[in-house]
């Protein structure tokens, strides 16, 4: 079966998370991912966990999975001219090199429209290619701590805390792949290529922004606050049960209809305290003690099936070893398996976004580094295997 960007070729020159997800995202959906590595690699290939072979299990592994691998020194001149020549047959080049980067500057969109006035720049970067902050570097930490996420996450007097999945990372390389989709669709219609201009802190502020954050503060002069695994404006927490968590989520007055009658508790259905979302927020420390009380007399699993049977959202938290077992996970095929060569058969992510006439999949484990080198310069580019050797030798490739 075709897939939605069969046809596509992509050149990654990204590296650790947001630009590999962006570009693991397109290759996941058929486009030819060339990632393009320095020669001896990539500093990312040296973080861990690794395999015992020595293998990066996340960046030389799951990330890399149904892409092409390439060694280019872009820094050489014959490296540059065969940069020129593999531009000339791309449709998207992606890096994350910030704006003062010797890569960055060689890999200019007005270096590339040149080159090839089609081609589709994708571009993160911590701050973006213009402002006060364009040039520093960033990682995902720094863009999170930046946004004021940090300041109100983890509980009341802790310090400031930081999301342990780097989520700005993963929605910085999906919004990347989703401004390539925007670009690819204007050149569609007009024929013209775009620079896609993705910081970090964008989407990171963005999602605080989104929540009415901003607003809060400008709007009513309030600043929020820490408050643990509550949510804000709802009544939303994590409960111990007799063998575990379970985190429950009311939002709305017929939720609390349900949920006050699931813990046998009706007579606070009406209670003024508790009559709509803010002021079961306000006064959730007085809500906490009958909902922990119940569900300190009940099993996860006891706790889980009543409320569930009420039809309201709630959910186990899950150590890392019960997520990879979950049976839900399993159905949506989350988790797949690939023989990686000198490892073995190794889990990684499944396809997230699922089209039904054109979908995704994963199809090759990580390539080893350079492992198409010959395939792309003498297939693609049509150099001798004479001159290949040569270009080794000189630590062009």
Not at 103 to 111: G, N, Q, R, T, V
Not at 278 to 292: C, E, G, S
Request: charged share 25%; proline share 5%.
């Amino acid at each position: 079966m075709a897939k939605v960007l069969d046809g596509i070729r992509v050149l990654d020159f990204s590296r650790y998370i947001s630009g590999p997800y962006c570009g693991m995202l397109l290759a996941d959906m058929g486009a030819e991912v060339i990632r393009v590595e320095r020669p001896g690699g990539e500093d990312d290939r040296n973080l861990g966990p690794f395999t015992p072979d020595g293998q990066a299990m996340a960046y030389a592994i799951a990330l890399p999975r149904n892409k092409k691998s390439l060694t280019l020194n872009i820094r050489t001149e014959r490296g540059r001219q065969i940069l020129s020549e593999l531009v000339r047959r791309a449709d998207i080049v992606l890096h994350n090199f910030t704006p003062t980067a010797e890569e960055a500057k060689i890999l200019h969109y007005d270096s590339l429209k040149a080159i090839n006035p089609s081609i589709i720049g994708v571009i993160i970067t911590g701050f973006g290619q213009e402002g006060p902050s364009a040039g520093k570097t960033c990682f995902d930490s720094i863009a999170q701590a930046m946004s004021g996420a940090m300041s109100y996450g983890g509980f009341p007097g802790s310090p400031p805390t930081r999301a342990s999945v780097p989520y700005v990372d993963f929605s910085s390389g999906l919004s990347a792949a989703l401004g390539a989709m925007f670009a690819l669709f204007h050149r569609e219609r007009t024929g013209i290529g775009q620079l896609v201009d993705i910081s970090m802190l964008d989407v990171a502020f963005g999602f605080v922004a989104g929540t009415g954050v901003a607003a809060e503060y400008r709007v009513l002069g309030e600043v929020r606050q820490q408050i643990g695994n509550s949510s804000f404006y709802n009544f939303t927490d994590c409960f111990k049960a007799r063998d575990g968590w379970v985190m429950i989520s009311i939002v709305g007055r017929g939720l609390w209809r349900r949920f006050c009658r699931a813990i046998e508790r009706e007579e606070l259905i009406d209670d003024p305290r508790f009559k709509d979302d803010m002021a079961r927020y306000l006064n959730r420390d007085q809500i906490t003690p009958f909902v922990a009380e119940w569900m300190g007399q009940r099993t996860m699993e006891e706790a889980i099936r009543q409320l569930e049977g009420a039809r309201l959202p709630c959910g186990p938290v899950n150590t890392i070893a019960e997520a990879v077992e979950d049976r839900q996970i399993a159905a949506r095929q989350m988790l797949v398996e690939v023989d990686q060569p000198g490892v073995g058969k190794i889990p990684i992510p499944g396809v997230a976004i699922r089209l039904s006439q054109s979908p995704g999949r994963v199809e090759t484990c990580a390539p080893a580094l350079g492992e198409h080198n010959e395939e792309i310069y003498c297939g693609l580019l049509g150099l001798e295997r004479e001159e290949l050797t040569r270009l080794k030798q000189e630590n062009v490739i």
